[in-house]
């Protein structure tokens, strides 16, 4: 049927084979490898999306620009990740409970971020912080 919507459709990438087998033990529909080299036709994906995925990758850009490519035109990318601006990265220093250099190799600015996703080649609408009481 023409303009069928599937809801709740999703694919995950995970490059981390015993996870992504894990992830397809529970159902989901998971992918193994990391986002950029993974085999994908341009505009597969209407809405591409991380929680706190960015600061964990040492070069994000190759990563979102293929994010890009996938993403049909018009789609959305929506990415949650720690805002090392905020008010409580500055009052915390060291303490930072996002600050681990082990894990969290990138920290982004709302400033950064964004000359990240529009050098990817996204265009950027809306960069927003959302405040959590763990951080």
Excluded: K
Excluded at 7 to 25: D, K, L, M, Y
Excluded at 71 to 87: I, T
Aim: hydrophobic share 45%; glycine share 8%; aromatic share 8%.
């Amino acid at each position: 049927m023409s303009g069928e919507v599937t809801i709740g459709a999703t694919t995950a990438f995970e490059p981390f084979e015993s996870i992504a087998a894990e992830a397809v033990r529970r159902g989901t529909n998971t992918l193994t490898g990391f986002v950029e080299d993974i085999d994908l036709e341009p505009g597969t994906f209407d809405l591409v999306c991380g929680w706190h995925v960015l600061e964990h990758i040492p070069d994000p850009m190759p990563a979102l620009s293929r994010l890009h490519r996938i993403v049909r035109p018009g789609g959305v990318a929506a990415f949650e990740l720690p805002n090392f601006a905020c008010v409580l990265s500055r009052h915390r220093g060291q303490r930072w409970a996002y600050l681990e250099p082990r894990h969290h190799v990138n920290q982004f600015t709302p400033t950064s971020i964004r000359r990240l996703f529009v050098g990817a080649g996204f265009r950027v609408q809306l960069v927003t912080m959302v405040l959590t009481r763990a951080a």
